[in-house]
């Protein structure tokens, strides 16, 4: 049988698959430290949990609108101008079945075949395979590690062809935790104006940022950037649901449109349970949004302390999300392997430490940790990262 062709060049998920691998072995009894999840480890805040009970015993199991319940809508409204001072109307939202969702639908309604989106590399590992899917192209810009994995408004110019349709920003970033600061986005966004081309900003880490500079979305730099970006978000980082699967896109009418006729034949719509505590994530107490980002602000902190430490491994300090992005070259040549991804395989084997192999982001000499697990856990893992280094050496 022939698949689709569409399909037959996809590239499995390598955070997907380390996670299964390690799973695995811990089904057979080892004691195997994950360092692959890109989820928070907390459990969804209790108002919420409450919400979608009551949701539940109230009758609230039926079909919804497909872009998403109004009462969802306005608290995204209030939620946008709140933390942006961003107006949009209620048109201009569509809600999702989680942020990738959102990314997925707006490739499908934007792009044509041989499209263009510039991709800044290292990327999160759907951005590539999604435009692909849309039949249009990834184009790779190399954001280079001596310049924090940041796209620069030169490399952002030379990579823009006729055929360009949008750019990726995503801030902070999956996986490199880097985050661009507002000087930084609007020289970049001076570049999209000027050859009038869209913005992709996912920003669904933005509550996770752990240094003294503020989070600024590009959109609201200028009224004639916010026309141009899409910026996709969602609860699933914020507030620790990333299983109830509720993302959202906010941008042009026309584009909203476009995506809610699409999810009108795909998905019907999101699940009504999960739109009734996504409200409630966004309407109720953030204080427990305050207590993940100190204990993940505690974490990095240790992790990356422990780390840089481990000789033949160089990693720039990341400023959200839960990931580091280490440089791993040096200790893969010196422990002998022809490769990270061999590298890390034998971590797996050896020490039971499961990592993810910087090759799936569009950067081989890098290995992604998240640390969204315990400190105690993370301590363990660091020290068994740092017997294996200099047992190979």
């Known amino acids: 049988m022939e ?72 608290a995204i409204q209030t939620k946008m101008n709140n933390d942006h001072k961003l107006s949009y109307d209620l048109d201009q939202i569509i809600v999702t079945i989680g942020a990738k969702h959102a990314l997925y639908t707006l490739f499908q309604v934007l792009l044509n075949k041989g499209d ?18 849309a039949e249009g192209s990834p184009v790779f810009v190399d954001a280079k590690e001596e310049n924090e994995f940041k796209l620069t408004p030169e490399q952002l110019e030379n990579a823009i062809t006729e055929k360009t349709k949008a750019v990726i920003i995503n801030s902070p970033s999956n996986p490199t935790g880097v985050m661009y600061e507002k000087e930084e986005l609007l020289a970049l966004g001076e570049v999209c104006l000027k050859h009038d081309i869209f913005i992709v900003s996912d920003e669904i880490y933005e509550k996770l940022t752990y240094t003294d500079t503020e989070h600024f979305s590009v959109a609201e730099l200028s009224g004639l950037l916010k026309e141009k970006t899409i910026i996709i978000n969602g609860v699933s980082k914020s507030h620790s649901m990333t299983g109830w699967r509720i993302g959202y896109a906010v941008g042009e009418k026309q584009i909203i449109k476009a995506m809610t006729n699409l999810a009108s034949h795909s998905t019907s719509n999101p699940t009504s349970i999960s ?37 033949g491994i160089e990693c720039v300090k990341p400023k959200g999300a839960f990931y580091l992005f280490p440089n791993v070259k040096k200790a893969v040549e010196m422990n002998g392997f022809d490769s990270v991804d061999d590298w890390v395989a034998a971590l797996l084997e ?44």
Request: glycine share 6%.
């Open 3 to 74: 698949l689709a062709n569409r399909v037959q060049t996809l590239t499995p998920s390598s955070t997907l698959a380390i996670t299964a691998k390690a799973k695995e072995l811990k089904q057979a009894g080892h004691d195997v430290i994950g360092l692959g999840a890109g989820e928070p480890d907390f459990n969804t805040p209790k108002h919420i949990l409450d919400a979608a009970s009551q949701a539940m015993y109230e009758g609230f199991t039926k079909y919804t609108p497909a872009g998403g319940t109004v009462e969802l809508k306005k």
């Open 116 to 133: 263009e989106v510039i991709v800044p590399t290292p990327y999160w590992v759907s951005y590539p395979e999604q435009i692909k899917l």
């Open 350 to 393: 050896e020490e039971k430490v499961a990592l993810v192999p910087g090759s799936g982001f569009g950067a081989p000499d890098n290995v992604r940790l998240s640390y969204a697990i315990s400190i105690e856990q993370l301590e363990d893992a660091a020290k068994r990262i740092k017997r294996f280094v200099e047992n190979h050496q």
């Open 275 to 311: 739109q009734v505590a996504a409200e409630a994530a966004y309407s109720g107490s953030q204080q427990p949004v305050k207590e993940m980002k100190e204990a993940f602000r505690e974490r990095l902190e240790k992790l990356y302390e422990w780390l840089v430490e481990i000789p």
